[in-house]
């Protein structure tokens, strides 16, 4: 054992060697004593030492007194700031913790959204095409090897089921974002992560044709076209709902204002529903709703972080 760390300090020591008991020791002698001492001038007849033992103990109470308001307002004070520096720590402490927990959630809706790109660029690099459309991108039908198909799909299904998760969480992290933030978030993510669902669906609902090792995207693969292959919207939507939403997706790209950004995402849901018999959401939309939910947790996580007077990962 360190010999350093096992000796007693000096606070613990008391003065010059003797310890906090012995010095009581010795100040309750030094008290009978000169108690003694004083009852024994103001017992004597001598009026001047009377006198004297009067101004000693009118002293020695004047002294006691003040001492005992001063040490009690001291020891007051003391606990006071005590206070001040466990309810500052308290506030920091939970700062971290709601730093770390938006922290937490910024990487896996990142993470879920990397996934879900991986899993495009495998699938494109695999694509067999028979064909294109005069904008350049491929023309359906076109094939894909089972086994490539499938493993992606399972991925695919991975990372939107991982994008819902950190949605449902969030509509109880009320110690995270406000109610306001917290239904934007889950707003965005919800078109992202549904967005995958419908497109994992067009596999699920046998939409997806096996033809030996191959598995044949038709036209009926509606959504799962648009992820893999679209360059523009769909030819068949009415010119005025294209028109909105080209501009709606070129202001979710653009704009740097998050309360416009949700507001475009707003009008978007607007135009889908709009959109009969299909409802079809696009992969454009999904992948700015993916980062629109991340900047709103980022946001957040900004806000704590220059609380603490510091910068985290997603600053």
């Given at each position: 054992m360190?010999?350093?760390?096992?000796?007693?300090?000096?606070?613990?020591?008391?003065?010059?060697?003797?310890?906090?008991?012995?010095?009581?020791?010795?100040?309750?002698a030094?008290?009978?004593?000169a108690t003694?001492?004083?009852?024994?001038?103001?017992?004597?007849?001598?009026?001047?030492?009377?006198?004297?033992?009067?101004?000693v103990?009118?002293?020695?109470?004047?002294?006691?007194?003040i001492?005992g308001?001063?040490?009690?307002?001291?020891?007051r004070?003391?606990d006071a700031?005590?206070r001040?520096?466990?309810?500052?720590?308290?506030?920091?402490?939970?700062?971290?913790?709601?730093?770390?927990?938006?922290?937490?959630?910024?990487?896996?809706?990142?993470?879920a959204?990397?996934?879900l790109?991986?899993?495009k660029?495998?699938?494109?690099s695999?694509?067999?095409?028979?064909?294109?459309?005069?904008?350049?991108?491929?023309?359906?039908?076109?094939?894909i090897r089972?086994?490539?198909?499938?493993?992606?799909?399972?991925?695919?299904?991975r990372?939107?089921?991982?994008?819902?998760?950190v949605?449902?969480?969030?509509?109880?992290r009320t110690?995270?974002?406000?109610?306001?933030?917290?239904?934007k978030?889950?707003?965005?993510?919800?078109?992202?992560?549904?967005?995958?669902?419908?497109?994992?669906?067009?596999?699920?609902?046998c939409?997806?044709?096996?033809?030996?090792?191959?598995?044949?995207v038709?036209?009926?693969c509606?959504?799962?076209?648009?992820?893999?292959?679209?360059?523009?919207?769909?030819?068949?939507?009415?010119?005025?709902s294209?028109a909105?939403?080209?501009?709606?997706?070129?202001?979710?790209?653009?704009?740097?204002?998050?309360?416009?950004r949700?507001?475009?995402?707003?009008?978007?849901?607007?135009?889908?529903?709009?959109?009969?018999?299909f409802?079809?959401?696009?992969?454009?939309?999904?992948t700015?709703?993916?980062?629109?939910?991340?900047a709103?947790?980022?946001?957040?996580?900004?806000?704590?972080?220059?609380?603490?007077g510091?910068?985290g990962p997603a600053?």
């Amino acid at each position: 054992m360190d010999r350093s760390s096992a000796s007693p300090q000096p606070h613990e020591q008391g003065v010059r060697g003797f310890s906090p008991s012995g010095w009581l020791v010795i100040g309750s002698a030094a008290l009978a004593i000169a108690t003694a001492v004083l009852a024994g001038m103001l017992l004597s007849g001598d009026k001047n030492m009377q006198l004297e033992a009067l101004k000693v103990v009118m002293q020695f109470l004047l002294v006691t007194v003040i001492g005992g308001i001063m040490l009690a307002l001291l020891q007051r004070q003391r606990d006071a700031d005590a206070r001040r520096l466990e309810a500052s720590r308290e506030k920091e402490r939970y700062r971290n913790g709601v730093a770390e927990g938006l922290q937490a959630l910024f990487d896996e809706v990142g993470d879920a959204y990397r996934a879900l790109k991986v899993v495009k660029r495998k699938l494109r690099s695999q694509l067999l095409l028979d064909g294109r459309n005069s904008d350049g991108s491929a023309a359906p039908p076109y094939r894909i090897r089972s086994a490539v198909f499938e493993a992606s799909m399972d991925e695919l299904l991975r990372a939107q089921v991982a994008a819902e998760d950190v949605r449902h969480r969030l509509s109880v992290r009320t110690d995270l974002l406000d109610l306001k933030g917290i239904e934007k978030a889950r707003m965005a993510l919800r078109y992202g992560a549904r967005y995958f669902h419908d497109v994992y669906q067009d596999f699920e609902r046998c939409a997806v044709v096996r033809d030996g090792e191959y598995y044949v995207v038709t036209d009926a693969c509606r959504n799962l076209s648009d992820f893999l292959t679209s360059r523009s919207l769909p030819s068949d939507l009415p010119e005025e709902s294209r028109a909105r939403l080209q501009a709606c997706i070129l202001k979710l790209r653009t704009s740097n204002d998050l309360a416009e950004r949700h507001a475009t995402l707003l009008e978007i849901e607007e135009l889908r529903r709009l959109d009969l018999p299909f409802k079809r959401r696009y992969r454009a939309v999904a992948t700015e709703a993916f980062g629109l939910a991340g900047a709103e947790l980022g946001s957040a996580l900004r806000s704590i972080r220059n609380m603490e007077g510091g910068s985290g990962p997603a600053s």
